[in-house]
């Protein structure tokens, strides 16, 4: 609150100082140089502001995990291009290189994954093929904000990286997103694009120097994607909040683990391999399908929020006919995605962790599962 108090007192809300001072401090966090960061309204617009740089078209194919989130595939489809479903780990629900490799083709233009739950995923075999194969990888890291794979920053190992600031994600700053782009001229494209495509003639830098610093000029036909100073002040102070965030997450990540062992009729999933530092954003737990929605509804009724994350796009119609993907259609039945969050405590862990066993092993006795 402090710092938005700044904010008001200077008396500028917008776009300022306050978003350069954010984009340089999170390019540090990243480990990458500042001048290939462009801080966006959302992850939303930074994915599809992607696949305009990429110049994605009609007849062109981009790879993506069909558990993605629904603004992906949005933002290939609206430029006429085809999202192409790849299949996912059922556990893990992240793609590994060889689900990826399945759907690429000569028509091929980009692969496009997140890291699902914050979890790295494949993601280095992922950049690796895409590398041999010539195709420009976007990582959609929404969920990874504090995610590494033996030390490299997730959205980083591609060509564009993504991460998104809105309400539900691990650093909030209300809205907001952030694109980096390993190229510095995509990056000044991206940042020309998020500006109505203005290339200023002399610039308001040089007013009162003579000549019409009004005057610009436009390259390209692009949109306003800008933040601004106030969810920039607080981007600032939830990045040095980021490391306890990420701390609480993982010891309720933990604690889950543990509470959770042993339950019959519930698997816990894998903890991640040597090397890799999640966000720890979801934790789920996957079960028989046919118990499935009514421990949902159960958990719903007692005061629980679960949900499953995300639909898998293979089956919304809008994107046209896809073939079936086994392991995304089985972790969508199977998968349930429980309360984790910085703000909750011991107490409330409890209360979830006793209602999710009871709710399981209820629905297993009333379907007669056989628990093991
Ligand atoms: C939340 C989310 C987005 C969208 O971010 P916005 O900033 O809300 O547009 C994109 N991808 C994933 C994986 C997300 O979880």
Request: glycine fraction near 10%; include cysteine; charge should be negative.
């Amino acid at each position: 609150m402090a710092e938005i108090r700044e904010v008001f007192a200077g008396g500028w809300l917008g776009k300022g100082p306050r978003t350069s001072a954010f984009e340089a401090a999170f390019a540090a966090h990243l480990g990458v140089a500042a001048d290939r960061l462009v801080s966006l309204n959302s992850c939303t617009e930074g994915l599809f502001l992607a696949m305009e740089l990429l110049d994605i078209g009609p007849g062109d194919e981009v790879v993506l995990p069909s558990v993605s989130f629904v603004g992906a595939a949005n933002a290939v489809a609206a430029r006429h291009g085809t999202p192409v479903f790849c299949d996912v780990d059922p556990s893990t629900l992240n793609p590994s290189a060889a689900h990826i490799a399945a759907r690429l083709t000569t028509a091929t233009r980009a692969v496009l994954v997140l890291h699902y739950g914050g979890y790295p995923g494949d993601i280095e075999n992922i950049a690796a093929l895409c590398r041999d194969r010539g195709i420009p990888l976007v990582e959609d890291a929404a969920c990874a904000v504090a995610s590494r794979a033996s030390g490299t920053a997730c959205g980083t190992f591609g060509e564009i990286g993504l991460w998104s600031f809105d309400p539900m994600k691990v650093l909030v700053t209300g809205d907001g997103g952030m694109l980096y782009a390993r190229d510095p001229e995509t990056a000044r494209r991206a940042a020309e694009l998020a500006y109505l495509g203005l290339r200023q003639v002399s610039g308001y830098a040089q007013a009162g120097n003579g000549g019409r610093w009004w005057d610009f000029q436009v390259g390209p036909f692009g949109r306003r994607s800008i933040t601004n100073d106030i969810a920039a002040a607080i981007g600032s102070v939830q990045l040095e909040k980021l490391p306890s965030f990420v701390r609480r997450r993982r010891e309720i990540t933990h604690w889950y683990h543990g509470r959770l062992a042993g339950v019959a009729g519930l698997r816990r999933p894998a903890p991640p391999p040597p090397g890799h530092e999640p966000s720890y954003y979801f934790y789920w737990v996957q079960m028989d399908r046919r118990i499935r929605d009514e421990v949902a509804t159960r958990l719903y009724r007692r005061g629980i929020y679960t949900s499953f994350r995300y639909a898998p796009l293979h089956l919304v119609g809008a994107y046209g006919p896809q073939p079936p993907l086994p392991g995304a259609e089985r972790a969508s039945e199977e998968t349930l995605c429980i309360p984790l969050h910085q703000g909750l405590d011991d107490s409330q862990l409890d209360t979830v962790a006793t209602e999710l066993t009871a709710a399981v092993t209820e629905q297993c006795e009333l379907a007669g599962i056989e628990r093991s």
